[in-house]
């Protein structure tokens, strides 16, 4: 006696979850390569040629290294009074980028090299001097479309802004003198309540917008 009963087995069903398990393997492989390209970012440096030239505006110190970012900029200037002990600060103009419970870090924003901006990265203009740290560590000042200050130690975002600005320039869209991105070697930086102090003791003052 036979088995009249059909078989309730779908002959498509193998082959669709081989198609499922090589849609999830490519899925793995396009997300581990995304995750890669991520952790190949590093840190925006400055050159050995102009390196040189930041030398001999500002002893080479590599403390005070500061991580991979790009965030907002208090924005926030202060000026160093004219007798101050170090002479990087004497009548030093600096911005500060983070101001709060756990210290302070600022970029001189006054002190240029004889060194050019294309030598870090392609931007016109020229090199700047930020501080007496990490010398050797470039720093990018720039506006975002909304006009607010940022700053970045990315090395891919500070790609990323010299290739637009260099291609807006191309096509006759290029941006104001203020908003092109200032390159910086090297940053000053405060420890907790450091620059309270400084600024109550009139080491520094606090500039308005304009100054």
């Known amino acids: ?10 002959p498509a069903a193998p082959s669709q979850r081989r198609d499922a398990l ?9 997300g581990l390569l995304f995750a890669l390209s991520l952790h190949a970012d590093r840190a925006a440096t400055v050159p050995g040629s102009a390196l040189q030239v930041v030398d ?35 009548d030093a103009v600096y911005v500060l980028c983070r101001h709060g419970r756990h210290g302070a870090i600022g970029l001189r924003i006054d002190l240029p090299t004889e060194a050019p901006a294309s ?23 720039y506006r975002d479309p909304e006009g607010g200050l940022r700053w970045t130690t990315s090395h891919r975002r500070a790609r ?7 291609l807006r320039a191309l096509v006759g869209l290029g941006p104001e ?25 009139g080491a520094w003052i606090l500039l308005d917008e304009g100054g």
């Open 56 to 90: 001999t505006v500002v002893p080479r110190d590599d403390r005070g290294p500061l991580p991979i970012l790009d965030q907002p900029c208090d924005g926030s200037k202060i000026r160093g009074r004219h007798d101050l002990a170090e002479p990087l600060f004497r």
């Open 119 to 141: 030598a870090v990265y392609t931007l016109p203009g020229t090199l700047f001097v930020g501080g007496p740290l990490a010398t050797t560590r470039a720093v990018l000042l």
């Open 22 to 30: 090589i849609g999830a393997a490519v899925l793995a492989v396009v």
């Open 160 to 166: 990323t802004l010299a290739r637009n600005t260099t």
């Open 177 to 201: 003198p203020d908003a092109i991105p200032k390159v910086l070697a090297g940053h000053a930086a405060w420890g907790p309540g450091q620059l309270e102090a400084e600024l109550g003791a």
């Open 1 to 10: 006696m036979t088995d009249s009963n059909p078989s309730t087995k779908d």
